[in-house]
């Protein structure tokens, strides 16, 4: 509680740290995309296209946590720009599945090694076992948020 007794006291409230080392993330995330053209949103979207080839509009959507018709514009962007294809007809249903192109996969790489630097600055004064603990108590508390049906 705050010291009025309402509220919550920003000075120790855990969720309001996750909030501000999220934020400082993507603030220097952002820092090392923007000189190679890119946002976070951009990145995450190749890099889960890399990493899991031929999803949809929609599945790129929550991987990357925006709207469908803002992953819809950077989409139709990426492809413009030639980073990625997609199919003009969907094999199932109505969903487009989305493929890197090389010229997309070279990109990611160069926007990759940014993102590992900032990861392994946010890392540099955590030991090995701290980190562990880190990254077990982040995906227990994203498990208990989502009550338990995550598969963590």
Known sequence: MSQDGAGVDLE????YLLKEASSALRAAMEGVLRPLGMSVTHYSCLELLAQRPGLSNSELARGAFVTRQSMNVLLQALER???VTRA?????????????????RR????????????EVRMLSG?????QSDAFRSLRSMIHSLRGGNDGA
């Not at 003009?88 to 997309?104: D, I, M, N, Q, Y």
């Not at 955590?126 to 701290?130: G, I, Y």
């Open 81 to 83: 720009d030639g980073y």
């Open 12 to 15: 120790t409230s855990l969720g």
């Open 88 to 104: 003009t007809e969907a094999p199932v249903g109505k969903a487009l599945p989305t493929r890197l192109t090389p010229s997309g």
């Open 126 to 130: 955590m030991t090995e076992s701290e």
């Open 107 to 118: 990109s990611l790489e160069r926007a990759s090694a940014a993102v590992r630097s900032v």
